[in-house]
């Protein structure tokens, strides 16, 4: 009995310190002040992200993701957890934080309201991320990627991002961040749980696959 009462007084410190992923909630109102996010003022705003995304949202660098087309709500998100330091980034951050809630919503109405890009297929070899789009892994007890990214890349409306047409470089970037923990603003640490399971190679095939989407 003494054992237990060790290990409970010495695991309940690590409960009352963790800190969510995210400070998100998807209530209705949350989701409904998204949705009416001003597109016209979204643009305004967005005069100021042309020099990393792109002056239509698409980026032309590898480094920086490219916005065009992406879900709002995703978008919506991660400028929110910038703003509040559950997503890490030093440029990002400062930018965040002067973005009001309203902004946010206006930039991410903007964005998702851009058509995405529309790049040639890929020439390599990427037979891995398809089996890993359409079938998943049982043996990794992994699902198919299809299940919350849609089996067009499209992205799902709560907050699972379009992964269609996004740079090769970014999305590598993003998984092998999800992977070593670099990157844990993901709720219920599902991308890193997955992401931790996927091999270098089968992330950059991923990466490939996407981006050759339309």
């Not at 002040?33 to 660098?61: R, T």
């Not at 910038?82 to 400062?94: L, P």
Request: glycine share 8%; hydrophobic share 35%; charged share 25%.
């Amino acid at each position: 009995m003494k054992r237990i009462l060790s290990l409970i007084l010495f695991i309940a410190p690590a409960f009352v310190l963790a800190e969510p992923a995210s400070n998100m909630v998807w209530m209705p109102e949350t989701l409904n002040f998204v949705k009416d996010g001003d597109v016209k003022k979204g643009e305004q705003l967005a005069e100021s992200c042309i020099g990393c995304h792109g002056e239509k949202g698409i980026s032309p660098m590898g480094m920086f993701p490219s916005l065009a087309g992406q879900m709002a709500n995703y978008t919506y998100k991660q400028l929110r957890d910038y703003a509040e330091g559950k997503r890490e980034n030093s440029m990002m951050s400062s930018i965040a934080a002067g973005l009001s809630e309203k902004d946010s919503a206006d930039l991410a109405a903007w964005f998702q309201s851009l058509p995405a890009a529309q790049n040639q297929p890929s020439q390599d070899d990427i037979s891995k991320a398809i089996s890993l789009v359409k079938k998943g892994n049982g043996k990794k007890i992994l699902p198919p990627c299809f299940v919350c990214h849609g089996s067009e890349g499209e992205g799902q409306k709560m907050d699972t991002p379009a992964l269609a047409g996004q740079q090769a470089d970014y999305t590598e970037a993003t998984l092998l961040a999800y992977k070593n923990g670099t990157r844990h603003n993901d709720l219920y640490s599902r991308m890193r749980v997955i992401a931790k399971q996927l091999s270098d190679d089968e992330i950059k095939q991923l990466a490939e696959y996407y981006q050759q989407l339309k």
